[in-house]
């Protein structure tokens, strides 16, 4: 007997197991409720899925004998009863989507923690984990039977790299694309709420630089991306007695397919038991317990988001502990998600902002490779006219400005504002990289705090100064790019 969460002046109890037989015995009247659209045969109770605009009747089918039921059109998506089946349809509030991928070579046990993972829901026979080698389209469908579940994908490299990006925020964001009908008007777009757990031996950034492609800081924070290599047995710290992490990855796949779907009806059990209001209660402390350990003070709000789904990961396993799911310490699953994070924040290499840092790495390259090429040498200042001119003996092409010795006798740039634009800072808001690199000493600015300074420039460029962006000799070192 366990309690079903609602308004505390209407409380009672439930028996599952009674609840489940009286399903059964009212099997045909619920059926005819819940889909209305299907019908008997044999034994079987066939009808399109009601949460997919699935035109194939008969995908979706439930034995009337044992309540079993599957989604034909998806080999994985199946319930072992009536309370699974309604279950399936709950709609969680709580965190915002997103995923966590584990990047690394070949055989360092990536698929094995995803057949883990995977093993919690489903599994046996009927492989639970998908492929990232799909259309978004598919995706799309793919991700809404997954609805308030786990979705495992395998092999990121897979996937078209033009779509890498767009996938992880769709599946991230909780909804597909709008679409419309045939005879006007839209359809009812794709929509599921899901945590999603993905594998390959690249990151998405790798993969949509293959296309020329940029990965924004949105996109990172979706997908979290965690070194699947600890530095000992692969994905593994420990062995637990096995000779090497090949066997130990053996042997949680042969159990993973043995023995599968069982915890995750324990713990929906659990938590019906219990006052959810008393549970987002527990998950709150949780979040505020990991942001206190985690996050400075100058950490972006990139970085808490990522500190935040940690956070749920961390209550997820103290909950199934408490449970009796999980023969952990509540030490073991706090220093364990740590360390994910830890390992994640050390690959991303800054608590601040990622698009900021992107940008001052960019301007940074730039200057590394153009130094001299793109930039006119300035001949040294004549003291008695105050003027300067340009070094005849090079010649510049596509000019981004001009580059003078200090006092120290290195070479300091002047470039034109509308390069530094359209070219040097391009996909970047110039204006919050300028401001960071003045911050770092790497841009000189006018007393005032202006980013441009009025620059005298060669006599061949005419006598009026001219606004320009003067970055000092640090820039090719980049100063602190964290």
């Not at 072992?80 to 070949?106: C, D, P, Q, V, W």
């Not at 009812?188 to 993905?198: A, I, P, V, Y």
């Amino acid at each position: 007997m366990r309690e079903v969460f609602m308004p505390r002046k209407y409380k009672i109890k439930a028996d599952f197991r009674h609840i489940e037989r009286a399903c059964l015995f009212n099997m045909g009247s619920i059926l005819r409720q819940w889909l209305p659209n299907g019908k008997i045969q044999g034994g079987e109770y066939v009808a399109l899925n009601p949460k997919r605009q699935d035109n194939s009747e008969g995908s979706f089918k439930v034995n009337l004998r044992t309540g079993y039921w599957a989604d034909f059109a998806y080999d994985n998506v199946k319930g072992r009863s009536m309370i699974s089946l309604a279950s399936s349809l709950l709609k969680i509030t709580g965190e915002e989507n997103g995923g966590f991928h584990f990047r690394g070579a070949s055989s360092l046990g990536k698929s094995t923690a995803l057949n883990v993972a995977s093993s919690i829901l489903g599994g046996g026979k009927t492989p639970y984990i998908q492929q990232w080698r799909s259309t978004s389209n598919a995706l799309e469908e793919t991700a809404e039977a997954h609805n308030d579940t786990l979705l495992c994908l395998d092999e990121l490299g897979q996937i078209d790299g033009k779509q890498a990006g767009e996938v992880a925020y769709m599946l991230a964001n909780g909804s597909g694309k709008s679409r419309m009908r045939d005879k006007g008007g839209l359809r009812k777009k794709h929509e599921w709420r899901l945590l999603f757990l993905s594998s390959g031996e690249i990151s998405l950034a790798d993969k949509m630089l293959e296309v020329g492609k940029r990965v924004h800081a949105g996109m990172e924070v979706r997908l979290i991306d965690i070194p699947a290599d600890t530095g000992k047995f692969g994905l593994f710290e420990e062995l637990h007695g096995f000779a090497n992490g090949a066997e130990f990855s053996r042997h949680l796949n042969t159990m993973s397919k043995r023995y599968y779907g069982t915890a995750i009806r324990t713990f929906i059990e659990s938590l019906v038991g219990q006052d959810w209001e008393e549970i987002q209660k527990f998950t709150k402390e949780q979040h505020d317990k990991m942001l206190y350990a985690c996050v400075s003070d100058h950490s972006d709000g990139q970085v808490k988001r990522v500190a935040a789904r940690f956070a749920l990961l961390s209550a997820a396993g103290l909950l199934a502990i408490k449970a009796g799911i999980l023969p952990f310490e509540d030490s073991e699953i706090c220093n364990a998600i740590m360390k994910c994070y830890s390992a994640w924040l050390q690959n991303r290499g800054t608590e601040g902002s990622l698009e900021i840092k992107h940008g001052v790495e960019q301007v940074v390259k730039f200057f590394e490779q153009h130094s001299s090429t793109r930039f006119a040498l300035i001949n040294a200042m004549n003291n008695q006219a105050g003027d300067v001119s340009i070094n005849d003996a090079e010649k510049v092409i596509s000019r981004a400005g001009y580059r003078r010795k200090d006092k120290e006798a290195k070479y300091e740039y002047l470039v034109f504002p509308a390069v530094f634009r359209e070219e040097i800072c391009k996909g970047y808001d110039a204006r919050t990289i300028l401001r960071e690199l003045a911050k770092r000493g790497l841009l000189h600015t006018e007393s005032d705090g202006r980013l441009d300074k009025n620059i005298r420039l060669p006599v061949e460029e005419g006598s009026k100064p001219k606004r320009m962006y003067h970055f000092s000799s640090s820039i090719l070192s980049g100063g602190d790019t964290n």
